[in-house]
């Protein structure tokens, strides 16, 4: 009944609210992709591109989209096949249990609260003030500062640094290394030196946030750096004091995100994206990868390039830019018979030569 | 007198130097910005740009530039308001004490030396032959390598590694993660395979320095990789082997320096900048983020691009640049414009077609 | 005979293979720059570029390559002498022997297999099911996940993160705080919200590899990513789920490779490049620094720019470009003396103005 044994397509069917065209009594111990998949596997089809490759594959069932062509083997047909996938690996990989309670080495100060259903594993450490909340996981060495409240559910892996008053919501994933709450980077020149402006605001991480390996959120100089429900954020990227990331919005990996900029919701952008500061970025705005942002973004803009620009545009550019070298040689022809033409009829020095 | 109870203007202008336009005897609790600040907040307007916003806060009281407008409520009026602006913050939010001592989960080998006022916080470890200076804190889960150094009043954040040999000077601000010390990046090719070449150098990190969370710097193949007195080092940085950083120098978060480079003193970097290997890179030198720099750069410059070009050049050949599939049809159409001319003179074949 | 007490020249001509040219019972005692080198160090001239800083250098003893010119001081000629070099540096400075056995701070799982000379230092963390193989070597608050296996020989800093089910190969070097097998970044939006697709596959390292610190190598949706033999990886570098990098490839810092691409072999990256997900890159590629990688490529290619271009061709568009904005000035002025010339031959209107 479990993830050992397998699930009948019918139990997945029903878990997935797919149609079953096929065997429901069927049993299928594992999830696999297409070319490695054998008849005690289930595999995915997420696209009709991927309709040859499934007809060669030697699955025992398949995800598939509802309008797909014929498969060799029964298919659950899903309206949304890659949300489905995600179900379906949930199913057949569950997280595992964590012991619930605290390991005799982590250090967790008196005055922390730690809710009993939580689990706080070995060398973790847990500072005056904080609280975790119920179901949270703290993994080995993670560090959680003063003040600081985990909540419900949330997971932090490894060597995770939580510094103190950072308020991380509910089911909140953080991945190892990731420092959420260090200090933002403000100084004030005097002249000679940098002085260092005191950042003594926080960090808000909203429920269902995820935050990948070795990535950074900077506390904010006042106030708070925000990252709002459910935006999942990739490794080493970097989110400066007192930006706003919107909801659902999704930054791939080493993109950074300079201080005071505004992200809106439903953003979408590529890997090693770089925002200037005090910037806003619009609502479901599309910035492909290493796209360098130096001006405010339209809501629904898709840009490209450094300095970005509307993708259409950048492109043309981009396919342009092979052709300047013989342009210019190009160009410098022109000039030369056009001399002659005007030579010819006696009209040199009606207009310099624009050399 | 202290943070919670408030301070009356009249202290705070002491403090700061400032020349107070109002009443010194009122009180204020709390810094808080121009849009959120109350009657019993200190607000700052450090540029005149921002008088309109000031006009429109109810903040009790103001730190400003000497020069600025009318504003609604007492004002402190300062020569360098970004400069006060830190110290104000810094009076009412005190770094916490650390308590002097040595954790007992703290991992401190016998060999070290530990200054008896120094701070090591929970599962610590101080390897053999490492000595830690005078009121330097090291907060849990830092490690620091055999024979490395820490000067007095520097701050260690959770998880920070400074591997063997390494020198941090004295008030050095080191935030979570970052990694000092680890091999500089040195291959020999032997036809079939990189062999190491040992990075047996240090890093000498000066006074007042402060490095980003999860930033690295490379120990010298031979020698020492060098980050100068009072440079500021942002988040994700990356720093090669026997890199030097000039004094003052600022890098914003997720640039990198390949090994062997010189930076000069008083430069600045945006975000994601990357600079080559054995480049010198000039004096007060500003390079815009995600400059991509290939060559020497000279004191004073500054660069935008990739390849970094001067930035009033950068800029005109961005404009320009959008313009360019439009200005190929538009030669195409000259040329033929020409030939039609050539034909009528009978100038054809004078000069070959610049196709 | 050791380190402390030098190597005669005659022994290092042995131990190197190198063809002495001098006196083989001299003695020196450290490697050292030429610039910095003294008459009791050997410093070394790998290239003839340096001849003239080798002239100028005091040290006692060079290594050199075969055909270099005359130099001040007895030489070890060789044909590899970067190779060499990486010898020479291994002789002076043997890697400092670790002690075997677990550190009474460590948490080592009862299920967990550490060989017994292996050396786990304090505080470091190796999970039920783990397998650490023959001298390898765990540095402090190093964790290593359930069922992972870390193979001979192989050596992890303090703070490196290895997840669960991960599978490090013999001689692996894995740098301060990296992070390997933390989950891929892979999502189903279900119209409202970003699902997690459960990142449910692993990561193999093969033997000889280096990974660097805070670099970041994600674990496969399904099936393995795998970094085959030999590769190094830089700091801050990124590897996306289900990437393969092939055997001796050379990434350099800040690199990102998005999920699913295939890295040949013996590809060189420079520092922040970009590559795209689903791509395959040939073996032998070399890739500039920052170039953005949006398209397949071919075995052999050299690709330099955003997007990347053949390298000849790039320099040629990055040359053109600076005459950019003057090229647009002169094909107005080009336009007015022809339309000059069209008029005057009464042949206007024949053609559109190209505007």
């Known amino acids: 009944m479990g993830g050992r044994a397998g699930f009948s397509l019918g139990q997945i069917a029903a878990a997935l609210g797919a149609a079953l065209d096929g065997d429901g009594a069927r049993v299928v111990t594992a999830v696999a992709p297409l070319a490695s998949a054998g008849p005690a596997d289930i595999s995915f089809v997420t696209d009709g591109r991927y309709l040859k490759d499934a007809r060669a594959s030697r699955a025992g069932a398949f995800l598939a989209p509802l309008d797909i062509g014929e498969l060799p083997a029964p298919a659950l047909r899903c309206r949304a096949p890659r949300v489905a996938l995600a179900q379906l690996l949930g199913m057949f990989h569950p997280a595992p249990p964590a012991t619930a309670g605290v390991h005799p080495t982590a250090v967790v100060a008196p005055e922390a609260r730690v809710h009993p259903t939580a689990s706080i594993a070995a060398l973790a450490v847990v500072a005056a003030g904080a609280v975790i909340g119920a179901r949270a996981r703290l993994f080995p060495l993670v560090y959680v500062g003063e003040n600081a409240e985990v909540g419900e559910e949330s997971v932090l892996y490894p060597s995770v640094v939580i510094r103190d008053g950072v308020r991380i919501g509910r089911r909140v994933v953080i991945h190892p290394g990731a420092v959420i709450g260090a200090d933002g980077f403000g100084y004030a020149f005097d002249g000679t030196a940098h002085r260092k402006i005191p950042q003594v605001g926080g960090v808000v991480i909203e429920d269902d946030v995820e935050i990948g390996a070795n990535a950074t959120v900077d506390r904010a100089m006042l106030g708070q750096t ?108 022109i000039d030369r018979r056009l001399r002659r033409l005007e030579a010819r009829l006696g009209m040199e020095g009606d207009d310099r030569p624009a050399s």
Chains 1, 2, 3 share one sequence.
Request: glycine content about 14%.
């Open 226 to 333: 925000v990252v709002r429900h459910g935006a999942k954020i990739d490794n080493l990227v970097q989110v400066g004091h007192n930006v706003e990331i919107g909801e659902h919005s999704v930054l791939a990996a080493q993109t950074g995100v300079a201080g005071s900029t505004r992200i809106g919701r439903y953003v979408v952008m590529g890997g090693q994206v770089g925002i200037g500061d005090h910037l806003t970025v619009g609502d479901g705005a599309q910035l492909a990868a290493q796209a360098g942002i130096i001006a405010d973004v339209a809501a629904g803009e898709r840009l490209w390039g450094m300095p970005a620009r509307p993708v259409v545009q950048a492109k043309r550019i981009a396919i342009a830019a092979v052709e300047l070298p013989e342009l210019l040689r190009r160009v410098r022809a």
